[in-house]
């Protein structure tokens, strides 16, 4: 890979995640959604609430 | 007008309705505006009687207490409309996959059915994402009683014989050409067109009987079958931001005032046809209902998120300390029981006091039933993890259905349901009992399916169908 298409692909990434074009942007996100139960409740929560 | 059991003349009505419900009155006014006269048999009296109300206690097999079938129903004029609570909303076209009818064929009456009801005719529905939507209700303040009472007094169509019961049918080929009615005494009478109209309960417990009195009618119709209710109950809770709930779910739809006397402003979710096809669920509505601050529902869900989720509480802990945002959620829901054969109503062998059989109900609620909740519950919390809304938990009883206490709330759908082949349903496309000619059953035990919307406005729908389907036989 030259030095050249690196910058580009990553100057493609940053655009794509910072301006939401194409997809959504939580697909760049590793955080992943979990079942956490305590006493009576099952929260619905995110990686990130830990 | 009002007359006795005894002054029944046969020229005086040309249609016999058993009930005075929704779906009785709806029929005989809708007859009424084509001149056509009926006779309005109420085994009750023009208001609550304990001697009427006291023929509706059975007995219950499953987690409902036996005084479920007579807590949730009212035998007098203007039946169950006399406590009902008055939500309404059509079924989705997708609750009519099983019907032998579609969507399309009851909207004709929406219009007429709305006057009925006093409702306004608007239904509306936004979408929140591909899996869910925000949809409208509309508040039906209709006692029948009140508004319909006294204008059936004086019809010159209508004939009304309160406390009067249907008893028996006596059938000549395949066709009802006298009823047996008790009042003071035991009356006959003759019958050219006989509409059960007696409740989601009561039409399955009089069907049954009659075939135990007429054992070679109705022989394989799966009458009582299929038998389903409308689980409610409060499912879940959650915290969330005030202000993200109002911007997320922002629409101009009627709003419920003070929703189970929990919160001020309400937002009813259900799910899409996409989402119920590929998770293999039911339809389903949910309440979401933002609580009255500082309240301990709050305190007590909090404490329990910081037990979970410690970086998140103590942001939503910041913004209630500094911005007074925060607030706790409470998540009802009245969803959708997928019919089961087994799930039934029955005679049992004790009598009330005109001597038909007292009514048995097995009903268990279905792993479906409980997964659809569930599946909703998750996809709505994972909404608000990606808007940054908040966060929803749901109750044990979602993840484990033997902590599941019965709920079925008060509507009683299926029990004769309507189909094209006599062999799995009670009655055809036009309400008519399969090989009789001249019986019909009208209200929500026709339901082959239930959805989750409140039945009462499809009850009036399919009851003016039914009688433009009359008018035209006579």
Known sequence: MTRRFAIKLFVSIYAITQFNLFFD??????????IKKEKNLHWIINESDL | MIIDAENISDTSYKVIICGSGPAGIAVALDLEKKKISSLI??????????????????????????????????SQFGGTTGHWGGTCRTLDEYDFLQWPIKKKDLNIYLDEACKFLDIKNAFGEKKLNKNLKIIEFQESN?????????????????????????????????????????????????????????????????????????????????????????????????????????????????????????????????????????????????????????????????????????????????????????????????????????????????????????????????????????????????VFIKKEIGRLAGFDFLYDKSKFTSDIGGHHLGGTIMGNDSNNSVVDKNLKVHNIKNLFVAGSSVFPTGGHANPTLTIVQLSLKLSNFLSKMI
């Open chain 1, 25 to 34: 942007k939580s697909i760049f996100l590793l955080k992943k959604n979990l």
């Open chain 2, 41 to 74: 048999i109420e085994a009750g009296n023009e208001t609550y009687s304990e001697k009427a109300q006291s023929r509706y206690s059975g007995k219950m097999i499953g987690r409902t207490s036996n005084d479920y079938l007579s807590e949730s129903r009212l």
């Open chain 2, 142 to 382: 209709l006692r029948i009683y009140d508004k319909y009472f006294n204008y059936v007094k004086k019809s010159k169509y209508i004939n009304l014989a309160l406390n009067t019961s249907i008893y028996n049918v006596k059938f000549e080929n395949d066709s009802v050409v006298e009823v047996i009615i008790k009042s003071k005494k035991t009356y006959s009478i003759k019958n050219k067109l006989l509409v059960l109209a007696c409740g989601g309960i009561e039409n399955s417990r009089l069907l049954l009987w009659f075939r135990h009195l007429n054992p070679k009618k109705f022989k394989n119709l799966p009458i009582g079958k299929y038998w389903m209710g409308h689980p409610f109950k409060l499912i879940g809770t959650g915290v969330a931001d005030n202000t993200e709930i109002k911007k997320n779910f922002k629409n101009d739809f009627h709003y419920f005032e003070n929703y189970m006397n929990v919160g001020k402003f309400t937002v009813n979710i259900s799910p899409s046809y996409e989402f119920i096809k590929n998770k293999k669920i039911s339809n389903a509505g949910f309440f979401l209902t933002i609580n009255e601050r500082n309240n301990d529902n709050f305190k007590d869900i909090l404490k329990n998120l910081l037990c979970v989720a410690p970086k998140l509480s103590n942001l939503i802990l910041n913004k209630t300390l500094n911005k007074n945002l925060s607030c706790g959620l409470s998540i009802f829901s009245s969803w959708e029981q997928d019919p089961v054969y087994n799930n039934s109503l029955f005679l049992l062998d004790n009598r009330d006091d005109l001597g038909i059989p007292r009514i048995g109900l097995k009903y268990n609620i279905s792993d479906k039933a409980i997964l659809t909740i569930r599946e909703i519950i998750e996809e709505l919390g994972h």
